[in-house]
């Protein structure tokens, strides 16, 4: 079974930064493509960043050039680097493989980000 466990929200001001980390254990993440999604109050979960599994990154228009997705797959983890955030990145932020051929694994708990003055 495929566990998902996020770290690293918190509350931080605008122009603040964060570091989420996603740690992937029950499989090998090597072979997989990983997103970070996020779901804010009384809106759907989208996705906005991901990574292929030879670490090619893609992001939606509204955190390109703020936020950054890596991978080390020797340590089974997916980072998510998040700079200059604005109030409208506030959300519960979540990790899960990127595959429209597969169904998405269990959902992790996800790691609340707040952000506000």
């Known amino acids: 079974q495929v566990q998902l466990v996020e770290s690293g929200g918190g509350l931080v001001q605008p122009g603040g930064s964060l570091r989420l980390t996603c740690a992937v254990s029950?499989?090998?993440?090597?072979?997989?493509?990983m997103g970070w999604y996020r779901q804010a109050p009384g809106k759907q979960r989208e996705l906005v960043a991901d990574?292929?599994?030879?670490?090619?990154?893609n992001y939606i228009d509204s955190v390109k050039g703020r936020f950054t997705i890596s991978r080390d797959n020797a340590k089974n983890t997916v980072y998510l680097q998040m700079n200059s955030l604005k109030p409208e990145d506030t959300a519960v932020y979540y990790c899960?493989?990127?595959?429209?051929?597969?169904?998405?694994?269990?959902w992790g708990q996800g790691t609340q980000v707040t952000v506000s003055a």
């Open positions: 990574i292929t599994n030879i670490g090619r990154p």
């Open positions: 029950g499989t090998r993440l090597m072979i997989y493509a």
């Open positions: 899960n493989r990127v595959d429209d051929s597969l169904p998405r694994w269990n």
